[in-house]
């Protein structure tokens, strides 16, 4: 199985700051990994997909990146909508895993 | 509208069985691989079940397999999960995602295990 471990766990920061979270995975992820944002109470929803490409409708503020076994989702001037929580998934090899999330919170 | 709209949720006793549906509506429902995701109360987001397009392949997580059964109708544009042998760590809201790496989420439905 992969393991995903995400970091920070929690983070606070300021509108307009840049963040960046991690998501470090056990074995090599060829392809299939994404990450999502969740408001409480509320479903979680696509942000990133295939490591790196924008779902549509998400501005471009968010920006995924990186290969092999680190990844990054990259958030650039905050606004205040961003602050929830976030969290990584791995679909390249089952079972499927999520990271632990991330909740971001205003300073 | 494009959407999907779980039922089913509920009160159950340890035991017990529920079966959850998951409707589709607003696209070509036969086309997409298709999964189970559950969040506990207060904890992270975890894949129990996926199926693909057509049935013929289905995923379980380790500690739902043999107990939980995915499945789906594609003349009705609808998922199902059948729960059975449900324990009190089953306790969660359960939604249904398009895709394996969900592109679009049900609003969830709330099972609760308890005596």
């Known amino acids: 199985d992969i393991q995903v471990t995400q970091s920070p766990s929690a983070m606070s920061a300021s509108v307009g700051d840049t963040v960046t979270i991690t998501c470090r995975a056990s074995?090599?992820?060829?392809?299939?990994l994404a990450w999502f944002q969740q408001n409480p109470g509320k479903a979680p929803k696509r942000l990133i997909y295939?490591?790196?490409n924008l779902q549509s409708g998400v501005p471009s503020r968010f920006s995924g990146s990186g290969s092999g076994t680190e990844f990054t989702l990259t958030i650039s001037s905050l606004q205040p909508e961003d602050f929830a929580t976030y969290y990584c998934l791995q679909h390249d090899s089952f079972p499927f895993t999520f990271g632990q999330g991330t909740k971001l919170e205003i300073k | 509208e494009v959407q999907l709209v779980e039922s089913g949720g509920g009160l159950v006793q340890p035991g017990g069985s529920l079966r959850l549906s998951c409707a589709a509506s607003g696209f070509t429902f036969r086309t997409y691989r298709m999964t189970w995701v559950r969040q506990a109360p207060g904890k992270g987001l975890e894949c129990v079940a996926n199926i693909n397009e057509d049935g013929s392949e289905k995923l379980y997580v380790d500690s739902v397999r043999g107990r939980f059964t995915i499945s789906r109708d594609n003349a009705q544009n609808s998922l199902f999960l059948q729960m059975n042998s449900l324990r009190v760590e089953d306790t969660a809201v359960y939604y249904c995602?398009?895709?394996?790496?969900?592109?679009?989420w049900g609003q969830g439905t709330l099972v609760t295990v308890s005596s």
């Open positions: 995602g398009r895709y394996w790496g969900p592109d679009l």
């Open positions: 074995q090599v992820i060829t392809k299939y």
């Open positions: 295939a490591v790196s």
